[in-house]
């Protein structure tokens, strides 16, 4: 379970793709960043923009500004991020003991993020069902105040002491 939570908080959002970065999964891996993108490059065609591309230096620094934890990684280079499918890939190219047993604990990481986005969602559409139940319950609520409101307004108009003596011309 911590290697899932260790793992989730490495993958980051990137042009609508979740991603992990060339470093992190260095990291995880026990190899160097630069031992990694040379492993990529040399089997590139498996890698196409969709698996893997590399950061604009404005998303580099926009992540960097929202996770202090990657303040400390000073890089020679803007990293590349990894998709899902780009991290599956890596297991094709890296073929140690090590990469093998990580790329099936990222892929778990990513299906279990995917189910809880699916569950939420769902709560999310549920609240949103409750919502306009109350709402509407609250507008029924004030028409029925509204009515005895007027109802009671009616009484009061009805009720009232006539005056005793005379009228004045």
Known sequence: ??????????????????VMLDSDLAALYEVETKR??????????RFPSNFMFQLTKEEWQNLRSQFATLDKDIRKYIPYA?????VAML???LKSEKAIQVNI????????????AI????????LTELEHYFLQHCKETDIEFKQIYDALNLLM???RPTTIGFKKD
């Open 1 to 18: 379970m911590n290697e899932v939570i260790q793992i989730k908080n490495m993958i980051y959002e990137v042009r609508g793709y979740k």
């Open 82 to 86: 990894f998709t899902e499918q780009g």
């Open 105 to 116: 604990q990222i892929m778990n990481t990513f299906v279990k993020m995917r189910q809880w």
């Open 91 to 93: 297991s094709s190219v």
């Open 157 to 159: 108009e009805r009720t």
């Open 36 to 45: 990694l993108n040379e492993a990529v490059k040399r089997n590139i065609k």
């Open 119 to 126: 569950e939420n969602k769902e709560l999310a559409q549920r």
